[in-house]
């Protein structure tokens, strides 16, 4: 076990001085082979709730989307299959209440809107039925309440509004809505609507330049009151096959810049900030895995830096998440595992090595 030991550190003091000596002299063993050693903490900011829901048998089919209604404690799950109940109503305690089914084909994206009298949810349906290409409005128990587009029928128009795989929406309490239009349809789209459905700004091509987009998948608005030039800067867009986030003036609709070093592996397929305005929680479909990164500085959108990192397992494959503003709690829908898990805020932080090699 001695000469093991002493062996290994041997192993160790040779490259350390090889290293040091490729370093100093500029020699060719630098440019074909050198090791990076680096010290950092990384934060641990959440764990996996295990016990929520308290019954995970009522996700029956492959679960698209999930949307929190913090201010009544209720979050809804939208799922796909045949003969299954489409939409699921569960507390945030992980207590199972309904479901209903009516008039929703293929659910996409879903977002809460309510007051203290009124429990809603709006849905995007990207399915080729009756009820396919629109953005429907219920209350909580499933009544139809309003319907944007032409239902069964896909289009580019703006009056009559026609929608083409609409991905997602964001609903302020204003009421002013921002809507993605185009999971790989006809229209790679951003919409800002007026609380009475009037057109306010539009960016609307294919493209890979700034305002452009392809697959725009998820929208978010920072309600932090950051600002820039007295404005704020607040609608937030996952451009999935672009692989970035681009942003935009809430008002105005001017692009403000872009996000892109963070997702050189795969584009974002979701983004929600937390209720303290501290981090943007991104969800990379395809890697399984969940971003926590730093939320812009005042004054401007910063630069992409990743705090923190949630590994899932492999075909997991988050698509769309929401996070509660009341408990700041992570909801993930996860179409690969046909399940929606919880996340909770945890505050500590471990200290990793990492020793990294580098091959020219």
Sequence with gaps: MARLWLCA?????????????SGFSGCRVLKEFAFQISWRTEEVLYKLDVGWPKHSEYFTGATFCVA??????LVYVAQR???IQKVLVFTEDGYFLRGWNDTVDTPHGMFATSTPHEQSIWITDVGSGSFGHTIKKYNSFGDLVQVLGTPGKRGTGLNPLQFDNPAELYVEDTGDMYIVDGDGGLNNRLIKLSQDFMMLWLHGENGTGPAKFNIPHSVTVDSSGRVKHGVLVSVWVADRGNKRIQVFDKDT???LGAWNSCFTEEGPSSVRFTPDGKYLVVAQLNLSRLLLVAAPPVGGIGHCSVVSSIQLAE????HLLDVSAETGAI????????????????GSALPSFRWNSVYS
Excluded: C, K, M, T
């Design 331 to 346: 909801y993930v829908a996860e179409i690969g595992a046909r399940q929606v898990q919880r996340y909770v805020p945890l």
């Design 253 to 255: 609709g001017a692009w």
């Design 315 to 318: 075909q997991v494959q988050p």
């Design 81 to 83: 299959g045949d003969n």
């Design 68 to 73: 929190v209604d913090s201010l009544n404690g």
């Design 9 to 21: 550190g041997g192993a160790g003091l040779f490259l350390a001085l090889l290293v040091l000596h």
